[in-house]
């Protein structure tokens, strides 16, 4: 088995050969509410998502889409030294249990990162699509770094950073057409920080890289990290970032996107994590708002993590 690819072996516009298409279980939502203990409404109670939505179905964690849809991206990062950042994600609609999700990943770009020590390094630009059958359901891209096997290719295309926030009218269509009455309302100002009072604990970290189909080597084995220690798989991170926001926020309805997710530090088992959630935009529709956050994740006052999230809530 290959387990690369190192930096110097991609190419601009490569397919990465995908991992195995997952068909989404009650069981991956319960997993999921155990390792981060998110509190989404419509997702743990299947009568209140049916009379919201008229469905007969039960709806997955939109948090667990892009779990499983990230894991499915790293045959391209089995080696990755660190996922910098994600940008422009869309999840272009709800999915429910019985669904299966299957994911392309193509190089965007590479360039060559500054050399530490005597390892040269490179960043790698990826595309992503996770399907439904033949029906995209989200899209996004990641910015990971890389280690060369050898001497830098000399690689210089231009990596775009976050992404600028698009108008929160241009998510409309993206926002379900459900009956929103049934859900809490809760009153928050734009500009107002709201810190969560409970701090989390990090475990299950390996079980849930495991879980998603996840190949990165140091997410899974010590003597892959230059840490010394397994480093946390960044959606992890996120994922008890939007647990928290569930607990303030109980009226969430769904997570339609992020204008970016920058891991801004390593996150390690048995970490102590505290939240905090700015309303950075509003826009009011039909029963509910469209809102625009920043969450931040912190470990000793010190940030690990920058989330942008657009959600729909009550």
Known sequence: MDYGPFF?????????????????????????????????LLTADRGLYKR??????????????????IGQTTNATRKAIANLYYRSV???????????????????????????????????WLGIETRSGEEIIARYERVAL???????????????????????????SLAPSWDLSLLPKTAWEVGEERGDPLADHVDLAPALA??????????????????GERLVYGG???????????????????????????????VFEGDRLS?????????SFNEGRILRFETRATRDNEDVLLWTPIVVTT
């Open 90 to 124: 869309e999840i272009l609609r709800p999915a429910e249990v019985g669904e299966t999700l299957s994911t392309s990943t193509v190089v965007l770009g590479l360039c060559d990162a500054s050399p530490k020590v005597d390892l040269n390094r490179g960043k790698v």
């Open 275 to 283: 939240f905090h959630h700015t309303l950075k935009e509003e826009l």
């Open 8 to 40: 110097n072996e991609l190419s601009k516009d490569e397919e990465i050969a995908p991992l195995p298409a997952l068909t989404l279980s009650d069981a991956d939502n319960t997993f999921y509410r155990a390792v981060t203990g998110d509190q989404h």
């Open 210 to 227: 495991r879980f998603t189909f996840n190949q990165a080597a140091i997410h899974r084995d010590f003597e892959a990290s230059s840490f």
């Open 236 to 266: 992890h991170t996120q994922g008890l970032a939007q647990a928290s926001l569930t607990r303030l926020l109980p009226g969430l309805v769904t997570v339609m996107g992020w204008d970016g997710c920058d891991h801004l530090g390593p």
């Open 146 to 172: 890389l280690p060369c096997a050898g001497d830098a290719p000399g690689h210089s295309d231009e990596i775009p950073g976050p992404t600028d926030p698009a108008s929160l009218d241009s998510w409309k």
């Open 52 to 69: 919201a939505s008229g469905s007969s179905g039960t709806l997955i964690n939109p948090g667990l889409i892009m779990q499983v849809s």
